[in-house]
């Protein structure tokens, strides 16, 4: 049975290792080398080998007989993780837009001015981050543990979509545009405004990663 720091250890590899994995940082298809990828995160093989189900769980690999093998995620999987956020993720904001908190609009009014600072850098790794900071403060706002244990790893799951798709100005601006919308509605405890607003959000970053990895295709 692990303690308290090796549980600590064990979940930080799995945070790093899950977000190289979702960035293509490790490519799908890669048989993973556990002796290897313990010397990049600079721990002992028994750490790596305690993630591996974790990352199963995740379904981001599988085990082939004594190996494992990165599965990442399909365009399939990317279409139904946003039904799934359109059906949802609607919904908790419009509970949010009921529930939040003063201290909780603060916290956004503060990611948007920070969002609104970075249209003249384009800083598309700040943005994607921001972005996960948003939705995540909505989430917790809507006071709903199922929605947000839902709704989250899917976000998370995401974010190498979302950076792809924010690193096309138009849209990160659009993004934020729509992100001071949200805000308004919710500031207002809005909730059908909310719901409405955050369905168009959800829909435009859909369209706005298709078309992005279309016209990569074009290439």
């Given at each position: 049975m ?8 064990v ?6 290792v899950?977000?190289h994995?979702?960035r293509?940082?490790?490519p799908q ?9 313990a010397k990049e995160?600079?721990?002992?093989i ?5 993630i591996?189900p974790l990352?199963?769980?995740e ?7 004594d190996t494992?093998?990165?599965v990442?995620?399909?365009?399939k999987d ?5 039904q ?8 908790a904001f ?8 003063d ?5 956004l009014?503060?990611?948007?001015e ?5 249209r ?9 981050n921001?972005?996960t900071?948003f939705?995540?403060?909505v989430?917790?706002?809507?006071g709903s543990?199922?929605?947000k ?5 899917i976000h ?18 659009k ?5 001071g919308?949200?805000?308004k509605?919710?500031k ?10 955050a369905r168009?959000?959800i ?15 074009k290439?």
């Amino acid at each position: 049975m692990l303690d308290s720091r090796e549980t600590n250890l064990v979940n930080q590899v799995f945070n790093k290792v899950e977000k190289h994995i979702l960035r293509e940082e490790i490519p799908q298809g890669t048989i993973l080398d556990l002796a290897k990828l313990a010397k990049e995160m600079s721990v002992g093989i028994h750490t790596i080998r305690e993630i591996m189900p974790l990352l199963k769980v995740e379904m981001l690999i599988e085990e082939e007989g004594d190996t494992y093998r990165v599965v990442g995620i399909s365009s399939k999987d990317i279409e139904e993780m946003y039904q799934i956020k359109k059906t949802i993720e609607v919904k908790a904001f419009g509970l949010a837009a009921k529930n939040i908190t003063d201290e909780d609009l603060e916290k956004l009014e503060n990611i948007l001015e920070k969002q609104i600072a970075l249209r003249e850098s384009n800083t598309v790794e700040e943005e994607v981050n921001l972005d996960t900071e948003f939705h995540d403060i909505v989430l917790k706002a809507c006071g709903s543990i199922v929605y947000k244990s839902v709704l989250s790893p899917i976000h998370h799951r995401l974010a190498k979509y979302r950076k792809a798709s924010l690193s096309e100005p138009e849209r990160m601006f659009k993004s934020t545009c729509e992100h001071g919308e949200i805000f308004k509605a919710l500031k207002a405890h809005n909730q059908v405004e909310a719901e409405d607003i955050a369905r168009e959000h959800i829909d435009n970053a859909y369209l706005s990663i298709l078309k992005h990895y279309e016209n990569k295709g074009k290439e």
